[in-house]
């Protein structure tokens, strides 16, 4: 299978825990995304790269949240002192960077924090 | 925040009735598109319209924009048990192509058989 993949699927914490995912694109796609989704929410925005440089964040992103592409591959999202608050569901993408912003989602990594 | 606002927020009908959903968003964009979420997965791309676009078809889906009323919906017909899902319409800024995409809160359909 070629498609986005996230591990772990599943994770959960205990609060004031770091929590770390890793988000595997597509081959080749220069451009990978996180996103955040809550219930009964649409995904939200954190942050995305173009190969190995972090071009954009969102102000979800506090400082206890950092993600990186090391080598323009995989990625990974670590969450520091987990709070009750991020629970969700973390959402990674990634889109071939030419042409329409089409973007392939993983299937995500669901965060309870207790 | 969420740019896009779908509507209804749910759906419900018969196998084989016709389903639309519309989406209204706030700011210019390069282009609008509509995912699925089947309960607790991740999001499956159904199709893309460009600003330039008004209207586009795949298979049973069909897709509107009217960029004079940032507006869009999509129409799913013939509709099955397995279009059972929550869906999503995302729109890129005009200003930053190949960014960040910004849902709406989505449209839960539900077909019965």
């Known amino acids: 299978d070629t498609g986005v993949s996230q591990d772990p699927r599943h994770k959960i914490t205990k609060r004031g825990q770091n929590v770390t995912f890793r988000c595997d694109p597509i081959?080749?796609?220069?451009?990978l995304y996180w996103y955040r989704q809550t219930l009964g929410q649409g995904p939200e925005f954190l942050t995305y790269?173009?190969?190995?440089?972090?071009?954009?964040k969102s102000r979800l992103l506090s400082d206890r949240f950092s993600a990186e592409r090391p080598k323009g591959s995989f990625s990974t999202l670590e969450i520091q002192r987990t709070e009750q608050g991020d629970s969700a569901m973390y959402l990674c993408?990634?889109?071939?960077?030419?042409?329409?912003?089409?973007?392939?989602f993983g299937p995500g990594t669901r965060l309870t924090v207790t | 925040s969420q740019q896009g606002e779908e509507d209804p927020q749910a759906l419900s009908i018969q196998e084989g009735e016709n389903a639309t959903m519309n989406c209204s968003y706030k700011?210019?964009?390069?282009?609008l598109q509509w995912y699925r979420q089947n309960s607790g997965r991740g999001l499956v791309h159904l199709i893309l319209?460009?600003?330039?676009?008004r209207e586009k078809h795949s298979g049973r889906l069909r897709v509107t924009l009217d960029t004079s009323k940032k507006s869009s919906s999509l129409l799913i017909t013939a509709s099955r048990a397995a279009d059972t899902a929550s869906y999503f319409c995302?729109?890129?800024?005009?200003?930053?192509?190949?960014?960040?995409?910004?849902f709406g809160k989505g449209t839960t359909l539900s077909v019965s058989s």
């Open positions: 993408a990634s889109s071939p960077g030419q042409g329409a912003n089409e973007q392939y």
């Open positions: 081959s080749e796609h220069n451009r």
């Open positions: 790269f173009q190969n190995e440089a972090q071009l954009e």
């Open positions: 700011t210019s964009i390069n282009n």
């Open positions: 319209i460009r600003s330039n676009e």
């Open positions: 995302a729109t890129d800024s005009s200003e930053q192509a190949g960014t960040a995409l910004i």
